[in-house]
């Protein structure tokens, strides 16, 4: 089996999952949540080399007060846990996204946990939250255009990979496999320049069940498939 280099993920369905359980969304957060880090260890396991996952979009604060505090409690707790788990898979994590919109202590967590995991290279973790690839894409060419006004780049040496050296992700390589868990047909506004011939698989699987045989699923699906990056395709 071919592993893909690199994996990201919408994590999606948590609060679908725990209605159908009678149960608070905030329940079905906090099994996502758990589920996360067993799906690391598994990554790390199976050889996978990168992970990006999309635990809170930039339209995520549109949800009611008490489940963005609720989840804001989680990324509390997780951000502390995730050092005791950067350590066992010696795994780097890095956050993308816009991170100022956050509490100060959850900003500081985030640059502890980055700091703490920055040598090790086993997995590269991302956990994208406050994160919009359109608001990415602003944030990065308004730099880049600074950098342009300071006379630092020339128009005419802007090319792709500059263009990906200004966003959140520079450095990482682009995604070959996207997840999204829980029946939904769409990219809700993911890596959109990062995933220009990204495999996507779609399952139903909510994604507190999303386990480490779906996992293999997947990866066996992406197997299947023939990337050609617009190649011409083998007799
Ligand atoms: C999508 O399910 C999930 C989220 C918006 C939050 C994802 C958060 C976690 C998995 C837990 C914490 C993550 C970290 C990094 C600590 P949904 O609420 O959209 O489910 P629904 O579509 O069924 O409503």
């Known amino acids: 089996m071919n592993v893909p280099n690199h994996i990201a ?25 758990a589920n996360l880090e067993t799906i690391c260890d598994d990554m790390k396991e199976l050889g996978v080399k990168y992970l990006t996952v999309y635990a809170f979009s930039t339209e995520n604060w ?12 989680l990324f509390r707790s997780y951000l502390k846990k995730c050092l005791k788990i950067a350590e066992r898979n010696q795994m780097r994590v890095k956050v993308i996204g816009d991170i100022s919109a956050f509490d100060e202590d959850i900003q500081r967590k985030v640059i502890e946990l980055e700091e703490f995991s920055k040598d090790f ?33 020339k128009p005419e040496e802007i090319d792709e990979a500059m263009i990906g050296s200004y966003l959140d992700t520079a450095g990482i390589p682009d995604p070959d496999l996207m997840i999204r868990t829980s029946g939904e047909l769409r990219l809700s506004n993911y890596l959109l320049w990062q995933m220009a011939y990204t495999e996507f698989y779609f399952t139903d699987v909510a994604w507190p069940d999303f386990n480490k045989a779906e996992l293999i699923k997947a990866i066996e699906k992406y197997n299947e498939r023939d990337r050609r990056y617009g190649g011409t395709k083998e007799e």
């Open 9 to 33: 993920i919408i994590l999606d369905g948590n609060g679908r999952w725990a209605k159908a359980k009678g149960m608070p969304r905030s329940y079905g957060h906090v099994k996502g949540c």
């Open 62 to 73: 549109k949800r009611s007060r008490e489940e963005v505090e609720g989840l804001m409690k």
């Open 121 to 153: 290279t086993e997995l590269h973790f991302q956990i994208a939250l406050n994160y919009g690839a359109r608001d990415e894409i602003v944030r990065g060419m308004r730099r880049l255009a600074r950098d342009a006004v300071d006379g630092k780049v």
